[in-house]
């Protein structure tokens, strides 16, 4: 009988083990099932629960309506995750960021000051989003010039559809987010704003929409002739990600319906 090594327990249990400890089951699970090296190989789970009721963080439960095992989050059952985006620029544009020096040998996308500066980003909402939960994005950025004394101000024009054939990409919706500027040289700063509810505003997409496998597309920009942004100096941009509540480690679908 073929096995396969279980993750090596840590001194403290925390969700990124029990993720790969859940990754390593499901394989079992599938071997059950599927012919090659693992066929025949068995697992036994002894009173696994099947509620989240009562469980603590990073716990495991088996969903008994969708057989998924579950990883319990926060305490509406949901941790927190990321859906990073990289600055880049694909390809040469009258507004693009310069490409700067930062700090020594370190560059990156410098925001001119009294200009318009904009990027692109694409993000794809993973197997492990809790359905229907609010998408909040948020900007990675930092100064050269110590300043507290003025503001800055990041826009977002978000477009999203659901894949597999089930609709167009929207009409973009249009928001963004002010963060007081830092009386420390280069400290990392991160300006958030949430761009998904259940009731959305004209600023936000429907999180009812939200769905495993859609794409969300984002323009980020600065406009440094803004009367609302004041910082009288170029801001760094480091990253641009989106925040996202998981409460699973996949789905039991790859394609709709992912989770009967």
Known sequence: MTTTRLPNPPTQYGQEYMSRLLNQINQQFRALDQPGPLRGTTLNLVLLPTSATGLRYGDVWLDPLTGELKLVGDAAYAGWRDLPGI???RAAGANDPV??????SI?????DLGTLNEMWFEYHVN???????DLHIHVHWSQIVA???????????ISYAKGYNQAPFSAIVTTSVVQNSSAVQYQ?????VQISAASPSVAQIDSDSIEVDGIILVRVYRDGADAA???????????VDIHYQT???STKNKAPNFYA
């Open 87 to 89: 600055p880049q620029v």
């Open 99 to 104: 490409w700067s020096t930062y700090r020594d």
């Open 107 to 111: 560059k990156q996308f410098k925001f």
């Open 127 to 133: 197997h492990d989003y809790k359905p229907a939960s």
């Open 147 to 157: 300043d507290a004394s003025k503001v800055v101000k990041w826009y977002f024009d």
């Open 188 to 192: 990392h700063m991160t300006a958030e």
């Open 229 to 239: 942004d004041t910082l009288t100096q170029a801001p760094f941009l480091h990253a």
């Open 247 to 249: 409460d699973r480690v």
